[in-house]
């Protein structure tokens, strides 16, 4: 343990710019954490040299007095990111070897702001996932365990599918990490390991060079142990890229700047259709709290309606696997990754994709294929992006009567490594409070409130109009100020 | 009406033309990779063409604008709005797994292109429609004993899908459109209409039917690269059809390909095996949406087009419809017309051009663009005959002079001395002379033998070495026979 690996990523970045420690340090204890940390197999690839390397020239570049808004600051990067030369998996056995040799452009922008690269972190295959236990390089394990806090058990899973970024975000192993959201895998991860995840409004961050799982869905974003450090790392990976046809150009503000802590007179809607059914006691409880909190702030809580939520799981699990369906089609056993030679191209496509993808993701391309095949795709595929429209419908309806939405992130805390594994359902039902926000491009944002009963932590989500990231960390802040989460997971580094 | 006689009697036959048009653009649809023709293999590849993870398309303006201008041209609705869809289906030379193409909502809808027949008479076909997709990557199965190697340097180059109507009729129509379509793409320059590069390729819808009856099973003919191919499959594909009516069979619907060596069509496969292509619109994509200005900018600027230029040199050389046609099928051809029928005798001019040069570069083998003799030299040919410096008969001798080694017309004339004699005098001792040597035929035609007189010209002119002014020659010789 390394009390430099205890800080925040404002933090850090006080004690690099008065010189207390240097970014070789800072980067060190890292390293040291991430060897640490590998009972809970966070990490696919380790980069300890590069990370070395990069925070040397960090420290040159704060000597020569040009050290950027996150420079020295080690992160661990999803695997889902191609990094130039290092290993990317997109935790799938079918890119194999896999060595890009361009750098996407959300880590691009964050080296450019000086963030040093620990390594690639694990994730449900191909990001398909909520519990990060279908990736070919192993189950991540979540370092909090139910019970007393010191005694550490592996026996939860970390959300997914950014689950390695979350855990190592709580194991104290990287001040940050990037994740991706499809339908909710940086915010319930980031829920279910006690750390702040924030999906930005789709078009924030550029998708290019990050494997595609759902390009109407994907959006890449921080995951941090503070808001504050959401809104640093945020702001060096966004921005508009005219490489990807989807990012916005919009200019990117100073989301920390955003943290005034004064919320008084800002509506806060309440969706009266996020009270599910059978949702446990203390995150209904944790709900209310939140609510308290920001009224005790000065914000004005509005019921609202969104009538439409119930359909939102439904056309995603028909929108999500139709593209990825697609997008997958591109591994092939051609170009790059694995080959099963055959007998014939046929053959060879079999016999690579059979080997290649593990069971969820095969799931998840025949029900693609299914859903977009004739006769099927009106009923289904088409009448999904009908759902979408009305699903956008109702929150902007709802942004009329509020400014920011407050919901719990996931209907329960972190599960057992086992539970829901026989019933896709199920756990297709663990994202049914953030998958509406990435079908209607809107920015999330999730941050600790508290611990349950069990002593896992539970999360809180905020919703924002588009591109209104502002308005979530202005919040966000607050809430955080509120629930003043401590609590530290069993498993540190 | 063109039918086809069968055994029991005549069938009509219905084609619809579907043509690929590689769009001339230095760079792909998608990608920024360059697209020049016979590189190296794999050697105008980007990341985004080979499907890299994680790659995204991004659109090429320049390709809109070609493909907005040959809309244009076709005199088509322009969408101001429109999608670009996926088309799925694995093949190893589609890295993506899928085709960018547009499959509800084209960038252009109905438009028309004018037929010239060979008899000089037009006809009017429809165009459905016009979309932009990605050409796939090519497959070389011929370099190993087992494998098959690939080549992505076609794979992402921007393509026009322009499909017709099924308004055509023949074979022989079907030809007429897709010179008419190549001309007009290469007038607008938008689409160089090589098929032997594969740069246009044609796949041809095959039906028939009794004459004036309901539509027939078609058959779809992929991937035919000639006119002549074409013409050919459709012709063979058209009887193949009629036999197995006639024989009580019915027509399956299915794809064929032409068989190039032994000009048969044959089966590929049939609808029941035709891939689900699974089409959804693009996520990596945002719809297409066109600035109205901006297509007026595109419009504003076309060139003059074969049918408005055809329309003009009917009315301004009166021209007949045939020498128009061949005039206007090719820019070059028209530009050239037209820089030596501008202050001459425009029917001379086409006469001249279409006869003599095309005639000429044709047993050559050459193009218009290459042509030994330029324009400039052809007008001044024209303007010696014009000032009867020469005859049209001499003119003839110093066109291939001219075309032979690239001489001056002038240079000929006066270093072979071919000037024309004028001299009435001299016309006349060479037009005595020859009656002189001639007297039993002076005789004859007297008596009557009017056809002779040919015979005395023919003489005069060979004893004037061909340089006598024919009109002198005709007035003399008249005067002198009769008088």
Same mark, same amino acid.
């Given at each position: ?493 | ?164 109507? /099924? !308004? =055509?009729?023949?074979? +022989?129509?079907?030809? *007429?459109?897709?010179?008419?379509? #190549?001309?007009? &793409?290469?007038? $607008? ?93 693009? /996520? !990596? =994509?945002?719809?297409? +949406?066109?600035?109205? *200005?901006?297509?007026?900018?595109? #419009?504003?600027? &076309?060139?003059? $087009? ?178």
């Amino acid at each position: 343990m390394s009390a430099l690996t205890r800080m925040t990523m404002a933090e850090a970045l006080k004690g690099l710019a008065a010189r207390e420690f240097t970014a070789v340090e800072l980067t060190e204890a890292h390293v040291r954490a991430v060897e640490a940390a590998r009972p809970l197999n966070a990490f696919i690839t380790e980069t300890p040299d590069k990370a070395l390397e990069m925070a040397r020239a960090s420290d040159a570049r704060r000597a020569r007095g040009e050290a950027g808004p996150m420079d020295g600051l080690p992160i661990a990067v999803k695997d889902l990111f191609c990094t130039r030369d290092v290993l990317t998996t997109a935790a799938s056995h079918i890119l194999d070897g896999f060595h890009p040799q361009y750098e996407s452009s959300v880590t691009t922008n964050l080296w450019r702001d000086g963030a040093v690269m620990l390594g690639k972190v694990n994730l449900d295959e191909f990001a398909m996932g909520s519990a990060n236990i279908t990736s070919y390089y192993g189950d991540v394990v979540n370092p909090w365990s139910p019970g007393d806090a010191g005694a550490w058990e592996r026996r939860l899973v970390p959300g997914g599918s950014s689950g390695g970024s979350a855990a190592a975000v709580a194991a104290r192993c990287a001040l940050g990490a990037t994740g991706t959201d499809t339908g909710g895998s940086i915010r319930q991860p980031a829920a279910f390991a006690g750390i702040v995840g924030i999906k930005p409004t789709y078009g924030r961050c550029s998708r290019w060079g990050i494997v595609a799982f759902a390009s109407s869905l994907d959006q890449a974003g921080p995951m941090t142990r503070t808001v504050r450090d959401s809104a640093i790392m945020l702001r060096s990976m966004a921005g508009f890229d005219p490489k990807d046809s989807t990012s916005v150009d919009m200019p990117v503000p100073d989301f920390e700047a955003a943290l005034t802590g004064d919320v008084r007179g800002l509506r806060v809607g309440i969706p009266r259709e996020y009270r599910v059914d059978g949702m446990p006691a203390e995150i209904e409880a944790m709900w209310q709290r939140g609510v308290e909190w920001l009224k005790a702030a000065g914000a004005e809580p509005v019921e609202i309606s969104l009538p439409h939520t119930k359909y939102a799981l439904p056309a995603y699990y028909i929108v999500a696997p139709a593209e990825a369906s697609s997008n997958l089609a591109r591994y092939d056993g051609v170009r790059y990754g694995l080959r099963v030679e055959g007998g014939n191209l046929k053959e060879m496509y079999e016999n690579t994709r059979g080997a290649g993808f593990g069971k969820e993701v095969r799931r998840r391309i025949l029900i693609g294929t299914y859903v977009l095949s004739a006769g099927y795709y009106d009923a289904y595929y088409l009448k999904a992006q009908k759902v979408r429209t009305r699903i956008k419908q109702d929150f902007d309806a709802a942004f009329t009567r509020c400014d920011v939405i407050l919901t719990p992130t996931a209907p329960s805390g972190a599960f057992a490594i086992g539970e829901k594994m026989d019933d896709p359902i199920q756990m297709y039902l663990n994202d049914v409070f953030t998958v509406p926000v990435n079908l209607a491009g809107l920015p999330g944002m999730s941050l600790p409130a508290g611990l349950g009963a069990d002593g896992l932590p539970l999360g809180l989500q905020l919703i924002g109009r588009p591109f209104d990231e502002e308005t979530l960390f202005r919040v966000g802040g607050v809430l955080e100020e509120a629930a003043q989460f401590t609590a530290t997971p069993p498993f540190m580094a | 009406m063109t039918y086809i006689q069968g055994e029991t009697g005549n069938w009509e036959v219905v084609i619809g033309l579907e043509v690929h048009a590689q769009i001339i653009s230095k760079a792909k649809l998608f990608s920024g990779a360059a697209t020049d023709f016979g590189s190296d293999p794999n050697s105008q590849v980007s990341f985004v063409d080979a499907a890299f993870p994680g790659m995204l398309p991004v659109i090429n303006a320049f390709c809109v604008e070609q493909a907005v201008r040959t809309g244009l041209g076709l005199k088509a609705e322009i969408n101001l709005v429109s999608v670009f869809d996926r088309k799925n289906y694995f093949y190893a030379d589609l890295p993506q797994g899928y085709q960018i193409s547009q499959f509800q909502q084209p960038v252009v809808g109905r438009g028309q292109l004018v037929l010239d027949l060979p008899d000089g008479s037009s006809r009017t076909v429809g165009i459905t429609r016009l979309h932009l997709e990605q050409d796939a990557g090519k497959s070389i199965h011929d370099q190993h004993p087992t494998k098959t190697f690939i080549d992505l340097n076609r794979s992402g180059v921007a393509l026009m899908e322009i499909v017709s109507e /099924p !308004d =055509l009729r023949s074979a +022989e129509e079907a030809g *007429a459109y897709l010179r008419k379509l #190549r001309s007009i &793409l290469r007038y $607008l320059g938008t689409c160089d209409g090589n098929m032997e590069e594969g740069s246009m390729r044609c796949d041809c819808n095959v039906s028939v039917r009794r004459p004036g009856g309901e539509l027939g099973t078609r058959c779809e003919i992929k991937n035919v690269n000639s006119i002549r191919f074409v013409q050919a499959a459709i012709d063979f594909e058209a009887r193949r059809q009629i036999e197995v009516l006639e024989e009580g069979g019915t027509i399956v619907q299915e794809t064929r390909l032409w068989d190039t060596t032994r000009l048969v069509t044959r089966s590929m496969r049939s609808k029941e095996e035709a891939h689900d292509y699974r089409y959804f619109p693009d /996520p !990596d =994509l945002l719809p297409l +949406e066109l600035d109205p *200005a901006w297509v007026e900018e595109i #419009r504003r600027a &076309l060139p003059e $087009l074969p049918d408005e230029k055809k329309a003009r040199f009917m009315a301004d050389f009166k021209l007949s419809a045939y020498d128009a046609n061949v005039l206007v099928n090719e820019k070059a051809k028209a530009d050239y017309f037209e820089a030596v029928a501008n202050g001459r005798d425009a029917k001379m001019a086409a006469n001249w051009v279409t006869g003599e040069l095309f005639g000429a570069l044709n047993k050559a083998g050459r193009e218009i663009e290459d042509s030994p003799v330029s324009a400039a030299d052809l007008g001044a040919l024209l303007d010696l005959i014009g000032d009867n410096t020469i005859s049209g008969r001499i003119a003839k001798e110093v066109f291939e002079e001219m075309f032979a080694t690239g001489a001056k017309p002038g240079d000929i004339v006066e270093k072979k001395g071919l000037r024309q004699v004028t001299d009435t005098g001299a016309i006349e001792s060479a037009i005595d002379a020859v009656l002189a040597a001639n007297a039993d035929k002076v005789e004859e035609f007297r008596s009557g033998k009017d056809k002779l007189f040919g015979f005395f010209v023919g003489q005069t002119m060979k004893a004037t070495q061909g340089k006598a002014n024919p009109a002198l020659v005709n007035e003399i010789l008249t005067r002198k026979l009769k008088g």
